[in-house]
T-cell receptor
Framework: DAKTTQPNSMESNEEEPVHLPCNHS???????IHWYRQLPSQGPEYVIH???SNVNNRMASLAIAEDRKSSTLILHRATLRDAAVYYC????????????FGKGTTLSVSS | EAQVTQNPRYLITVTGKKLTVTCSQN?????MSWYRQDPGLGLRQIYY???????DKGDVPEGYKVSRKEKRNFPLILESPSPNQTSLYFC??????????????FGPGTRLTVL
């Protein structure tokens, strides 16, 4: 699987939007971009994923660059409960099903 | 409620005393996996299973065994635990349709301490 690069940490204030960047310059044409997050003392949970087009769901939005070499997870209004480690992961479903986690971005949210 | 359960959630044991951490899912998923999480090393896959009686090694399988006799259960066995297996363990499951919507569901974790 191709490698991703994320900032180690980011800070936000409650009720403000948060943009979490991810670089994946070696992404292949069949790699999907997945985001998982891990809340304190919990297992990782799925957030969102996409291939080329921007995606929205009840948790977040995913903006994918036109060349697919980067993407941004957008939390529209951060809450204290969004404080977590966010992982950007590339998955090629033709190659298998393993999730390879990097270090992720630790998001802190202040009230 | 769709979920992955793990037991026990916390375990303190001594070197060499065999132990089993159970994992069960109620979503009829084909794929199940075990990860360990250590500070500075992130989540690493130990073993995975694509279906009943089909298991394979992940990135860090040494010192662990698994079995998949039933679709819903995937126990992790430490035959002779050592202190370097002190870690936070997560079980995960996923459908295996080969479609990009096959997302993984994780259990709550088992914190293991080997003295």
């Amino acid at each position: 699987d191709a490698k991703t690069t994320q900032p180690n940490s980011m800070e936000s204030n409650e009720e403000e939007p948060v943009h979490l960047p991810c670089n994946h310059s070696t992404i292949s044409g069949t790699d999907y971009i997945h985001w998982y997050r891990q809340l304190p003392s919990q297992g990782p949970e799925y957030v969102i994923h996409g291939l080329t087009s921007n995606v929205n769901n009840r948790m977040a939005s995913l903006a994918i660059a036109e060349d697919r070499k980067s993407s941004t997870l957008i939390l529209h209004r951060a809450t204290l409960r969004d404080a977590a480690v966010y992982y950007c992961i590339l998955r090629d479903y033709q190659a298998g099903t393993a999730l390879i986690f990097g270090k992720g971005t630790t998001l802190s949210v202040s009230s | 409620e769709a979920q992955v359960t793990q037991n026990p959630r916390y375990l303190i044991t001594v070197t060499g005393k065999k132990l089993t951490v159970t994992c069960s899912q109620n979503m009829n998923h084909e794929y199940m996996s075990w990860y360990r999480q250590d500070p500075g090393l992130g989540l690493r896959q130990i073993y995975y299973s694509m279906n009943v009686e089909v298991t394979d090694k992940g990135d860090v399988p040494e010192g662990y065994k698994v079995s998949r006799k039933e679709k819903r259960n995937f126990p992790l066995i430490l035959e002779s635990p050592s202190p370097n297996q002190t870690s936070l363990y997560f079980c995960a499951s996923s459908p295996l349709t080969g479609h990009h919507t096959d997302t993984q569901y994780f259990g709550p974790g088992t914190r293991l301490t080997v003295l």
